[in-house]
């Protein structure tokens, strides 16, 4: 990385002037503002459907329905936040800027791709696969945190700016 970049970033910058403009201008900011709260939406729904299996014993498969949702939406959008990370910071993940979010993001992913596993391959039993997704949710609330934390970062950046 550039030392003038490296400077913008540790005086607390998400973004150079370029890729704030990138960021800008690429239509994958509008797919990560769309599919991110829509991301959210169905994690809720997914939550409640695994609670109430949880607390009643009943909806094991609408449960489980919900979360492999849950999980297409989060590869979707992994997939698509790499190439927003490309376009704006021109690397395909860890860019200095959501460097934590993308190794938080990770973990997520592992989570959620070891409820496939588990579910599709090794036939875990349902309460374990229950817990794994749970582990999956906790931290992608903790992975949604980040990211609103740089999207409110990032405004008040601009309204600095401004």
């Known amino acids: 990385m550039p030392d ?13 002037p370029q890729q704030r403009a990138r960021r800008d201008q690429t239509r994958w900011t509008l797919v990560q503002g769309i599919l991110a709260p829509v991301q959210f939406l ?20 609408a449960a489980t329905v919900s979360i492999l949702i849950k999980t297409g939406f989060l590869y979707l959008i992994m997939v698509t936040g790499a190439i927003w990370e490309k ?6 993940l860890f860019a200095p800027a959501f460097f934590w979010e993308d ?54 950046q601009a309204e600095a700016e401004a």
Not at 42 to 55: C, M, P
């Open 103 to 156: 190794v938080f993001s990770f973990f997520v992913i592992g989570l959620h791709s070891l409820y496939l596993y588990g579910l599709f391959v090794a036939g875990f039993a349902p309460d374990a696969l229950i817990v794994i997704a749970l582990a999956g949710y906790a931290v992608y609330v903790v992975n949604a945190g980040q990211f609103v934390w740089k999207l409110r970062l990032a405004r008040l």
């Open 87 to 92: 376009t704006v910071f021109d690397r395909w």
């Open 42 to 61: 169905v994690f809720l729904v997914s939550l409640w459907l695994v609670l109430r299996y949880l607390t009643t014993g009943l909806g094991y498969e």
């Open 4 to 16: 003038a970049l490296e400077r913008h970033h540790s005086a607390g910058s998400l973004y150079t």
